[in-house]
C-alpha cells in the first residue's frame, strides 16, 4: 500500500487539532482570517514568515510542523489526541459550520442584489 506525502498544511491542521485549536482561535493567534488558515491547511502553501507566526502561536518550532507524524505527536501534544481534543475540535467544526452557512446565505442575498440591479440596467437601456 502506497501512502500518499501530507503537504505542510496537512499537518498544520493536525498539530492544531492537537493543540484543541480552531481555525478561528489560530487565526486570532497570529492577527490573520480564519478564511487564510484554512486555505493554508487546504493548499499547503504557507510562506515562512506565516509559518513562523503559526509556530510561535502554537510554541513550537518550525521542523516540529515540517516533520509532524502521528509517531512524534507527543512533541507536539503530551496528551492522546484522539480523546478530549476531539470532541472540542468537533463542536468547533459544527459551530464553523453554521457560520460558514451564515456568511454563504448572506453573500447570496449581496449577489441577488447586485444581479437585481444589473437586470434592471439591461431592461432600461
Known amino acids: 500500500m502506497k501512502f500518499k506525502k501530507e503537504h505542510l498544511g496537512e499537518k498544520l ?4 487539532v492537537l493543540h484543541g485549536m480552531s481555525q478561528e482561535d489560530l487565526a486570532k493567534a497570529i492577527g490573520k482570517t480564519r478564511s ?3 486555505h493554508l491547511e487546504t493548499s499547503g502553501n504557507i510562506n515562512k514568515y506565516t509559518l513562523q507566526e503559526i509556530a510561535a502561536a502554537l510554541e513550537i518550532d ?3 510542523i515540517e516533520n509532524f507524524n502521528y509517531e512524534n505527536a507527543n512533541v507536539v501534544r503530551e496528551l492522546d489526541p484522539t480523546t478530549e481534543y476531539n470532541k472540542d475540535e468537533i463542536q468547533k467544526l459544527k459551530q464553523e459550520i453554521i457560520d460558514l452557512k451564515a456568511t454563504i446565505k448572506e453573500q447570496w442575498k449581496v449577489i441577488q442584489n447586485l444581479t437585481k440591479g444589473t437586470n434592471t440596467k439591461s431592461k432600461k437601456a
Open 13 to 16: 491542521k493536525k498539530i492544531r
Open 36 to 38: 487564510l488558515i484554512s
Open 62 to 64: 518550525i521542523a516540529t
